[in-house]
């Protein structure tokens, strides 16, 4: 069952371990594929957008893009959910390849610049200005072959609108969940493969 993990709610008779039981508050059942099963059994897909800078396109670029995005939201047939997840980044081991780089660096025009680029970095770390914003489109279904249907036509809409982006597969959503659980810690640790993360539920 690797890349398969199951969220097996609490169960039985035992009333007080029902309540007690973390798993039980978990709003999702399994992640497996490019899918997330919901417990209400509906099966939900997430899309990653790449952002596009609208201040670098003209004024004609910019009206094409809002318009072919609207075409392809407006023509899905069932709601979506647009998300935006903020994550801090870890910029310790860069500041430090910056540093050692500086430090080596023999042409003084070359070192300068370095040094102003390592104070501008380290500047970012010390306000907490250094996130990366990262987008998505929800889409949920009530199985999981017509969320991925509806997720890969959207896609193309995406793309014919400039949009790059790509379906998340389980890592990816495990990843995202993570963050969106545990922003404090988003920078510091990973989630390891679907597979590790916990022992497999056999039903």
Known sequence: MSGIRKFKRAGGADKE????????????????????KAGDG????????VPVNLSLKSDNEKKRVVSALHE???????????FSSGRPIDLDGYIRHIGEKSAAETNPVKKRLLKEYLRYTSGLVSEGEAHERRFYFVLSRENEEATLAA??????????AGLESHLCDAQEILNLLF??????????????PPSKMLPAVYS
């Open 17 to 36: 371990r029902r309540q007690t039981s973390v798993r039980g508050w978990l709003p999702l059942d399994e992640i497996r594929g490019y899918t997330a």
């Open 42 to 49: 509906r099966y939900s897909a997430f899309l990653r957008v």
């Open 72 to 82: 392809a939201v407006n023509g899905l047939k069932e709601p979506v959910q647009v």
């Open 151 to 160: 997720a890969g036509e959207l896609a193309g809409a995406l793309r014919a």
């Open 179 to 192: 963050c969106f659980f545990n922003p404090e810690k988003a920078a510091l640790e990973k989630t390891g």
